[in-house]
């Protein structure tokens, strides 16, 4: 707070003012005494105000790029659990096996998989076990496509030459139906 006093005639008033770091620093100019303020951003030069803004600037570039691929990895990932115990998890083993930098999409899949492995995260148990499911099913259908060679089909037992023909038979028969008859 500064202090001013005005006087007319016999008639004098102190005000008290809130000081304005425009006025603190003017009267500092003029008083020599500039180097004695406080270090803050309202007493810095104008390059070091623009050298700060552009640091900022690049900080907040580089937290917008890190929050668009967090936000890529958690689309593919549904049955990871986005809450603040995960998250300092994966930021921190993140910073351990990348260092401080932009980190990518594949940087935090790599970090997931660490941590998935060791155990540590807490993971939507409903979604891993239709991911399973899916995953199961979708082995058995490239199990069943796979067609044998024919060298493959000659070492084969009579029984599991008879169980692949009935599969295709099968098949044929099926698509057969769906397409309305012979």
Request: hydrophobic share 35%; proline share 3%.
């Amino acid at each position: 707070m500064a202090s001013r006093s005005f006087s007319v005639g016999n008639y004098t008033r102190s005000v008290q003012k809130e000081s304005d770091p425009f006025d603190v620093r003017l009267r500092a100019t003029l008083d020599g005494t500039l180097d004695t303020l406080e270090d803050n951003f309202e007493n810095w030069p104008a390059e070091k105000v623009k050298e700060a803004y552009q640091g900022f600037e690049r900080a907040n570039t580089k937290h917008i790029v890190v929050n668009q691929n967090a936000s890529t990895f958690l689309a593919v990932h549904p049955e990871f659990i986005d809450n603040d115990a995960n998250a300092q998890l994966v930021n921190r083993t993140l910073k351990t096996m990348f260092g401080d930098c932009v980190h990518t999409v594949e940087q935090f899949e790599s970090t997931y998989q660490v941590l998935r492995v060791s155990n540590s995260l807490a993971l939507d148990k409903v979604k891993l076990a239709e991911q399973e499911k899916a995953a199961a099913k979708q082995r058995v259908e490239a199990a069943k496509s796979v067609t044998p060679t024919e060298e493959e089909m000659y070492n084969m037992p009579l029984e599991e030459l008879r169980r692949l023909d009935a599969i295709e038979n099968q098949k044929r028969m099926q698509k057969r139906g769906e397409e309305g008859g012979w």
